[in-house]
């Protein structure tokens, strides 16, 4: 589905089902130079258990029109505005990577938006390498394999796909591959920029919930925790033979951590 945020069209997908305002609803935001497919093993069972579901792609993203956000910050602006575009008093925020940093932000800076909170494979901080944040401004293929390799766990390299027909790594590089010269260098510098999750963490109020890979190699289980730690009455789930990619890797393990928090 589409909606109009800010004058610009941003899309979105509902789970299969048709978006009702009236449902509890649960937002997905996706990751640095990825879109609204990284979440689409786990939109559907939402979907069709009592849920209203919007994966989106933020703007210059997958399908939804630019320019891109250049901050955490104002892509958690953006993501209140989207709440209430959708005709939603509020919703709960599931955020991968940079999407986790944004939920935090618009979680802490929009505490009446947000009900709930699910952060996937963040950390309190996420510096990003200088050699990737060069590669992604010369716009070269490097940024986008190192992104695959450091992303994905070791044990899903050689295969192993729980998905029949899943291509992990190509899948990644595809998808990173599609992007709009820019977008992944705004990404990462945005990550990269971003210093403000301890003093957020302490502002959030909702309830909330980490899902950590164990074998996540670009926001470490153990960074995670510390800010897990900042988050009042936080829970946290660790994702055995995972990677940063844990909703793809490990489908069926992140779903259960995200239902029984969100």
């Keep these: ?41 786990q939109t559907r069972w939402f979907a069709h258990h009592g849920r209203s579901v919007l994966a989106v792609d933020f703007p210059a993203h997958g399908r939804s029109e630019g320019p891109a956000l250049d901050s955490i910050a104002a892509m958690a602006d953006w993501t209140a505005r989207l709440i209430e575009t959708a005709g939603l008093e509020q919703a709960a925020l599931v955020g991968h990577s940079m999407g986790a940093l944004v939920a935090l932000d618009c979680a802490a800076r929009h505490p009446d938006k947000v009900r709930a909170l699910a952060l996937c494979g963040v950390a309190v901080d996420m510096p990003v390498h200088p050699e990737m944040l060069e590669s992604a401004k010369a716009n070269t293929l490097k940024v986008q394999e190192l992104m695959t390799f450091w992303g994905i766990g070791n044990a899903l390299h050689k295969g192993g796909m729980v998905s029949p027909g899943l291509w992990l790594r190509r899948e990644s ?46 926001t470490p289980a153990g960074k995670g925790k510390a800010l897990a730690a900042a988050l009042p009455g936080a829970k946290t789930v660790v994702v055995a033979n995972s990677g940063h990619f844990m909703m793809v890797e490990r489908p069926d393990e992140t779903l259960e951590a995200l239902k029984a928090h969100v």
């Excluded at 302490?202 to 980490?210: E, I, N, R």
């Design 173 to 218: 590089l595809a998808v990173l591959a599609g992007n709009r010269p820019d977008v992944i260098h705004s990404d990462l510098a945005a990550c990269n920029a971003y210093k403000d999750a301890p003093q957020r963490a302490a502002a959030v109020t909702c309830p909330t919930v980490l899902v950590l890979g164990d074998g996540d190699l670009m």
């Design 1 to 41: 589905m589409n909606l109009i945020v800010d004058g610009r069209t941003v899309f979105a997908t509902t789970g299969g089902t048709e978006f009702d305002p009236a449902k509890p609803a649960v937002v997905f935001l996706h990751g640095a130079g990825f879109d609204r497919t990284a979440w689409r093993l």
